[in-house]
């Protein structure tokens, strides 16, 4: 295959704290974590979008993660429906109807549901949250500007219509103010990339 058809991986100096953490576990071995205290989305802080980026980092990595999601009464029904599933699911989840929920999410995930990957100039994902899949090319600088800046949850750096474009295709998910980018970056393909 051709150099320049390759994904780079993924240093460690422009990985994301999590990202290095998830590595560096799997790299000594380790196949499972448990995070101590649940996910709270209802009014996150910046600790619960960190431990949700260590789920999304474990995910990608095949490092099976034991944790819980706290997304609140009010929380949208899409969060658990289409919008996170493309993450393990979690032990438990609180609120309305949480087993059926949780069972749905289950049945619903899989490795490589919304996953993202570079080229030379460009980048790719695929997001099959909503059933079907939908393909992103990201061809203009700004938005693989972004991508790279979002995959260390640095949204500050990110163009604010760059951000709203990214937002409006569920890729970004706003927490109680906070930004959070969803995709996985698949660094080890499971199966081969042409079935993703």
Same mark, same amino acid.
């Not at 999410?105 to 100039?121: A, E, K, Q, T």
């Given at each position: 295959?051709?150099?320049?058809?390759?994904?780079?991986?993924?240093?460690?100096?422009?990985?994301?704290?999590?990202?290095?953490?998830?590595?560096?576990?799997? %790299?000594?071995? /380790? =196949?499972?974590?448990?995070?101590?205290?649940?996910?709270?989305?209802?009014?996150? &802080?910046? !600790? +619960? $979008?960190?431990?949700?980026?260590?789920?999304?980092?474990?995910?990608?990595? %095949?490092?099976? /993660? =034991?944790?819980?999601?706290?997304?609140?009464?009010?929380?949208?029904?899409?969060? &658990?429906? !289409? +919008? $996170?599933?493309?993450?393990?699911?979690?032990?438990?989840?609180?609120?309305?109807?949480?087993?059926? =929920?949780?069972?749905?999410?289950?049945?619903?995930?899989?490795?490589?549901?919304?996953?993202? !990957?570079?080229?030379?100039?460009?980048?790719?994902?695929?997001?099959?949250?909503?059933?079907?899949?939908?393909?992103?090319?990201?061809?203009?600088?700004?938005?693989?500007?972004?991508?790279?800046?979002?995959?260390?949850?640095?949204?500050?750096?990110?163009?604010?219509?760059?951000?709203?474009?990214?937002?409006?295709?569920?890729?970004?998910?706003?927490?109680?103010?906070?930004?959070?980018?969803?995709?996985?970056?698949?660094?080890?393909?499971?199966?081969?990339?042409?079935?993703?």
């Amino acid at each position: 295959m051709r150099d320049d058809l390759l994904t780079p991986p993924t240093t460690a100096t422009n990985r994301s704290v999590a990202g290095r953490q998830v590595h560096d576990l799997y %790299g000594r071995g /380790v =196949r499972y974590a448990e995070l101590d205290e649940p996910v709270s989305l209802s009014s996150p &802080t910046p !600790r +619960d $979008l960190h431990a949700l980026d260590f789920v999304r980092v474990a995910t990608a990595r %095949g490092l099976l /993660v =034991r944790w819980q999601l706290r997304a609140g009464r009010r929380a949208d029904p899409a969060l &658990t429906a !289409r +919008d $996170l599933t493309h993450l393990q699911p979690p032990v438990s989840l609180d609120g309305a109807r949480s087993a059926e =929920r949780l069972s749905e999410w289950w049945n619903r995930f899989y490795i490589g549901r919304c996953v993202w !990957r570079r080229g030379p100039g460009f980048v790719q994902i695929r997001d099959r949250r909503e059933g079907v899949l939908q393909r992103f090319n990201l061809l203009q600088p700004a938005y693989v500007q972004a991508v790279d800046l979002l995959e260390q949850q640095q949204v500050s750096g990110v163009d604010p219509d760059v951000l709203a474009a990214l937002r409006a295709e569920h890729l970004v998910l706003d927490f109680g103010g906070l930004d959070w980018w969803a995709p996985c970056l698949i660094d080890r393909w499971p199966v081969p990339s042409m079935v993703l």
